[in-house]
Each structure stands twice: as C-alpha cells, then as structure tokens.
C-alpha cells in the first residue's frame, strides 16, 4: 500500500519553461513533505521541503505547493535548465517517526 | 570526506552467500538510516541508529538482514543468504541529530548507495 504515489514516471520540458512534478499521498498524519533530487550514481540530495501547516514553500528556482484537502503536492521548477535533468522523489515524514516515506520518483529531463 | 560514504559500491553475490555492506556517515552525525531502493521505485526505510542505538528496525524484510553501529559512527548492514530479491541499492543515509522535522538538524544526507546484484 504506498502512501505516497509519484504517479508520472517522467517528464520531459524545454529549457527555460515551466517543470511541474506532482505527488499525492493518503496519510493525513504526515507533516512534513520533502523534495529529494537525484542524479544517477549518487544519492538523493534534499531539496526543498514544506510543512503541513504551509501551503507553499519558495527556495529561488524551486516552489514546493500543497493542497492537504486533496492531499497533493506539487513542485515547481521556473526556470528549468538543462542541470535539472534528474530524478525527483516526493518523500513525506510522520510525527514520531524518524523514517522517511519516499515515492517511486519521476524522471525529469529538460532539453536545451 | 564531507559526504556520506558507502562500500562497496557494487556487489555481485551468489544466492546464499553472505554480504556485508558499509557506511561512513557524516562525522558528528548523531543520526544514521538504511534504505532499500528496488528498480524504478523509491528507497525504502530498513533501520534507524540513534548513536549506537538501533531505535527502529521495523524495516528490515526478514532476520537475514541485520544492522549494526557498535561505535555510533559507522554502521554494517549484513544481509545473511542472499536471495535474488534482495538485489537493490543499498543507501544509508544520516543527520545531525534529532530535531523538529523539516530542520537542518533532521535532514538526511544520502550517500551513493551500494548495488548488489544477487545471482
């Protein structure tokens, strides 16, 4: 049972555009949400993350939306560059817990 | 080095032999993670250190996986007769210490995984 689904797998833009990545999820325990990035052959690197009391969380390029009553989150890239080109994973935390609960990822690339 | 480190970074094992995986969190880093990450999906939580203490382990898939962190700063995931579902990326991951979700204290830092493949 995934609590937090990524349900596009991929998703390529052109540079300069708009990326929106997009994430739902089915605890309304979690908390916290966090947008991991990842290149291949490395480890995630956080990104950027939201609490549940926000709606929005801006960090330069990258704004993380969320809707709680469609239980949804979004992030968006503006302008997206080539360097985006990664996979981006949706995680979300719950309170006591000290584990993170990752979605499957979507695979952004963006063409010059 | 800054990062977390894992070794090694791949592993090819035969079905039924014993592997022993290896991390290098962050030094000072109070809090350490393992994850299981299966093709084309995400990590996924196996066990939690706090120091030296094993905190959660409600992760790991079976007894044939097993965790430990003796000194509270390097940790071995062992995983006894290897499986052909076990084949993943391994990813350890740590923080600096317990904080309020979503701050600097309780970000995680992941290392670049180790892929074992088990034939």
């Known amino acids: 049972d995934q609590q937090v689904k990524q349900n596009s797998p991929s998703l390529s833009v052109q540079e300069g555009r708009i990326s929106i990545l997009n994430c739902d999820y089915t605890n309304s325990m979690f908390d916290y949400f966090l947008w991991y990035k990842k290149y291949p052959a490395e480890g995630p690197t956080f990104l950027i993350s939201i609490s549940s009391i926000k709606d929005k969380n801006e960090d330069g390029r990258f704004t993380v939306f969320l809707n709680k009553s469609a239980k949804h989150l979004s992030l968006h890239i503006v302008p997206s560059q080539p360097g985006d080109s990664a996979v981006y994973f949706c995680?979300?935390?719950?309170?006591?817990?000290?584990?993170?609960?990752f979605g499957s990822g979507t695979r952004l690339q963006v063409q010059p | 080095g800054a990062g977390v480190s894992q070794s090694p970074r791949y592993k090819v094992a035969k079905r039924g032999q014993d592997v022993a995986l290896r991390c290098d969190p962050i030094s000072g880093h109070v809090s350490l993670f393992w994850y299981q990450q299966a093709l084309g999906q995400g990590p996924e939580f196996l066990t939690y250190f706090q120091n030296e203490a094993q905190l959660d382990k409600s992760g790991l898939p079976s007894d044939r996986f097993f965790a430990e962190r003796p000194e509270g700063s390097v940790s071995t995931l062992k995983i006894q007769r290897t499986q052909q579902e076990d084949s993943a990326v391994y990813l350890c991951?740590?923080?600096?210490?317990?904080?309020?979700?979503?701050?600097?204290?309780?970000?995680?830092?992941f290392g670049p995984g180790t892929r074992l493949l088990v034939l």
């Open positions: 995680a979300a935390h719950t309170p006591g817990r000290r584990a993170l609960t």
């Open positions: 991951a740590s923080s600096l210490r317990w904080g309020l979700a979503g701050t600097i204290e309780e970000t995680q830092y």
